[in-house]
Nanobody
Framework: QVQLAESGGGLVQPGGSLRLSCAASGITFSRYAMSWYRQAPGQERELVAMISNINGVTSYADSVKGRFTISRDSNKNTVYLQMSSLKPEDTAVYYC???????????WGQGTQVTVSS
């Protein structure tokens, strides 16, 4: 059974930083590109960042380029999202998933709430 367990969210002031983690189990982690999505209230879930399983190539939504960094540790089956210079518009529930053919493959986990507010 595939499980995706996100953690690391919280309340942070504008300009602050957070590091999210996602532990994946039930999959052969090294076979998959991994991604972070987010969903703000009343909005659709959107892709934030993705990292290849082959060469570590990363891609980002324009809204987070230069502020967020995705990384992965195959020894720990974990993908990370380092977020800096956070803005109120980054407030959302953040989710991770494994990717196949450019699409998320598995049921979403519970996500982790990020709230950026003064």
């Amino acid at each position: 059974q595939v499980q995706l367990a996100e953690s690391g969210g919280g309340l942070v002031q504008p300009g602050g930083s957070l590091r999210l983690s996602c532990a994946a189990s039930g999959i052969t982690f090294s076979r998959y590109a991994m991604s972070w999505y987010r969903q703000a209230p009343g909005q659709e879930r959107e892709l934030v960042a993705m990292i290849s399983n082959i060469n570590g190539v990363t891609s980002y939504a324009d809204s987070v380029k230069g502020r967020f960094t995705i990384s992965r540790d195959s020894n720990k089956n974990t993908v990370y999202l380092q977020m800096s210079s956070l803005k109120p518009e980054d407030t959302a529930v953040y989710y991770c998933n494994a990717m196949g053919s450019g699409r998320p493959l598995y049921h979403w986990g519970q996500g982790t709430q990020v709230t950026v507010s003064s």
